[in-house]
């Protein structure tokens, strides 16, 4: 089983700053099989960013993702109030996998 | 636009069978992947398994001995059932949609809460 593990688990900032979040697996995620979702209080997980740095449809462009192997980021460029959400990395691979989150808080 | 509906009872009893259906409206249940994903209360996700349309499936590892999904085409629908439940399988649950099985998960159910007490 691959474990992804994500960091930090909580990031406080402010509304326009810059988000990094990072999500590293304990081998190798085939093919870039990685994805990130966001999920607010009460609401379903929604898929942001697919094979490690596609947006899915109707992201907006400050959602970024990159990295191969076993490194991964999300990078939310300036965040935008309605960003504060608790954000998760999966891979997708033959048993698929997800990481524990990150909360982005306002600070 | 295709939407899920979870349903099944809230409710489960210590060592029962948990037994939940995921009902696709707005497009077909046939040529995709359908899976089930559980997160107990503050907490994280977890893939339970998956089926295609045809039927083929995968588990959870962990979770395996005591998972069965299938898919019914006539209702549009696919089913999870976890047995000799116990209190750590309280958790929302969500059935969700892939294009194929290494994809991710695009769409998404809203979620049906089960609590496992007696």
């Known amino acids: 089983e691959i474990v992804l593990t994500q960091s930090p688990g909580t990031l406080s900032l402010s509304p326009g700053e810059r988000a990094t979040l990072s999500c590293r697996a304990s081998?190798?995620?085939?093919?870039?099989?990685l994805a990130w979702y966001q999920q607010k209080p009460g609401q379903a997980p929604r898929l942001l960013i697919y094979?490690?740095?596609s947006r899915a449809t109707g992201i907006p462009d400050r959602f970024s993702g990159s990295g191969s192997g076993t490194d991964f980021t999300l990078t939310i460029s300036r965040l935008e109030p309605e960003d504060f959400a608790v954000y998760y990395c999966q891979q997708y691979g033959r048993s698929p996998t997800f990481g524990g989150g990150t909360k982005v808080e306002i600070k | 636009q295709v939407q899920l509906q979870e349903s099944g009872p809230g409710l489960v009893k210590p060592s029962e069978t948990l037994s939940l259906t995921c009902t696709v409206s707005g497009g077909f249940i046939s040529n995709y992947y359908w899976s089930w994903i559980r997160q107990p209360p503050g907490k994280g996700l977890e893939w339970i398994a998956y089926?295609?349309?045809?039927?083929?499936?995968n588990y959870n590892p962990s979770l395996k001995s005591r998972v069965t999904i299938s898919v019914d085409t006539s209702k549009n629908q696919f089913s999870l059932k976890l047995s000799s439940v116990t209190a750590a399988d309280t958790a929302v649950y969500y059935c969700?949609?892939?294009?194929?099985?290494?994809?991710?998960?695009?769409?998404w159910g809203q979620g049906t809460t089960v609590t496992v007490s007696s």
């Open positions: 089926i295609y349309y045809s039927g083929n499936t």
């Open positions: 094979g490690a740095s």
């Open positions: 081998q190798s995620v085939s093919s870039s099989y």
């Open positions: 969700a949609r892939h294009v194929v099985d290494t994809a991710p998960l695009a769409v």
